[in-house]
């Protein structure tokens, strides 16, 4: 049984994305970072970053004490070699998947986040920010609609942990200020992956899991005013 600590957001779904096409078993703990969670001393032991997602796996492979994972790259790759599925098999495919789950985890993930931050979330309007990270976005859904463009149907081969890394993060795209048409690509990627049946599984228990999903004054101070104290 894999435990899942786990809140609604863009890098909880990659996760409910691989457990729910790989049918392992699991199940949530939820981790309600809007709240704090995200601070108690339970979740800081498998989880120092105080981030989700994190997975305690009760029975890994090498049959040792339950293995602990933080980071939704490291997470994801842990589960591909542990069921050998959703990363291709030869050295060529892999290397493909990884170094697009290495350009969703260091580029479209950060990037994305800010422009929700500066879009979304910041106290004041910073035009200067806003627009850097309106166009880093685009830039990033160009990079990837390129990568497309070959009539691949996904990112590395079959459907893998490059795909649900990065589809997450483009299920925001209204809210990023991106315009999936001038994507075409892209955009059919996004709606073969909304298409199945595990996707859309993941996305109903996220509303399942998170009933009121709202960021009010409280939230914000919880995430935005962290600093090295923090972590002391
Ligand atoms: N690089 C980390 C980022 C995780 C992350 O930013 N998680 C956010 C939700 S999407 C979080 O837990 N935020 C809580 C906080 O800021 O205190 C990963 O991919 O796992």
Known sequence: MIDLHYWTTPNGHKITLFLEESGLPYHIVPVNI?????FSSSFLNIAPNNRIPAIVDHSPLDGG???SIFESGA???????KTHQFIPGD??????????????????GPMAGQNHHFVQYAPEPIPYAQERYIKETARLYGVLNKHLADGRDYI???????DMASYPWIVPHQRQQQDLDDFPHLSLWFARVGARPATKRAYALADQVNT???VDEETRKLLFNQDASTVR
């Open 212 to 214: 009121a999903p709202v």
């Open 91 to 108: 050295l060529r495919g892999r290397n493909e998947a990884l170094q697009w789950l290495f350009w969703q985890m260091g580029g479209l």
């Open 156 to 162: 590395s081969g079959d459907y893998s942990i490059a």
């Open 34 to 38: 809007g709240k704090g969670d995200q």
């Open 75 to 81: 997470i994801l790759l842990y589960l591909a070699d």
């Open 65 to 67: 004490q339950p293995i």
